[in-house]
């Protein structure tokens, strides 16, 4: 199945508008996984700041689209004083601008479901990339240490070098980004 990217739009503080494009086919396991927690940790933060983003836009177009019912069905009611309730229902919701309403809660919503099943992909994602990292580190010999082992500072040493090691990876990736 084809994986089908979205374009968001970020509303700053100065009225503007950043646009970000988010590809599920990038949430993809790379062949180095400290390369994929570096920009798994700006795509986390983005992808929560954008879902408020629509969230908090859902919520204003619902309000917005309950706002312009209850108007039209009072100019309803005004013409037609005496009109049931389903029938007023009807003549607001047979009007052009009841469409575009609900087309734009509805676009909001499945962005909103977009974001977070996004989200949830890139939290699996981190969860992977523990393993891998930790599988990493049990086979430098840090998981099984005896008490009474006398080999053991050798092997805390080779986990405590790779573990340094791993560290200076993700500080040179992050380094890189810049």
């Not at 994929?36 to 859902?58: M, Q, Y």
């Not at 049990?138 to 080999?151: F, M, V």
């Amino acid at each position: 199945m084809a994986h089908r990217s979205r374009l968001f739009v970020l509303r700053t503080a100065d009225g503007e508008g950043q646009t970000f494009t988010l590809d599920p086919g990038a949430l993809a396991m790379s062949s180095d996984p400290l390369v994929d927690a570096a920009a798994l940790t700006g795509t986390l933060g983005l992808v929560a700041e954008l879902r408020g983003d629509v969230e908090r836009s859902a919520l204003e177009a619902t309000a917005e689209y309950r706002g312009w019912a209850a108007k039209q069905a009072s100019k309803v009611l005004e013409e037609t004083p005496k009109l049931a309730e389903h029938k007023i229902k009807a003549k607001v919701e047979g009007l052009p601008e009841f469409i575009e309403h609900k087309r734009r809660i509805a676009r909001l919503e499945g962005d909103a479901v977009f974001l977070r099943a996004f989200f949830d992909a890139a939290m699996a994602k981190v969860q992977m990339i523990r393993v891998l990292v930790g599988e990493e580190v049990r086979r430098a010999g840090a998981e099984s240490l005896p008490r009474n082992d006398r080999a053991a500072p050798r092997r805390i040493a080779a986990v405590t070098t790779t573990t340094n090691d791993l560290r200076a990876r993700v500080r040179g990736v992050l380094a890189q980004e810049k």
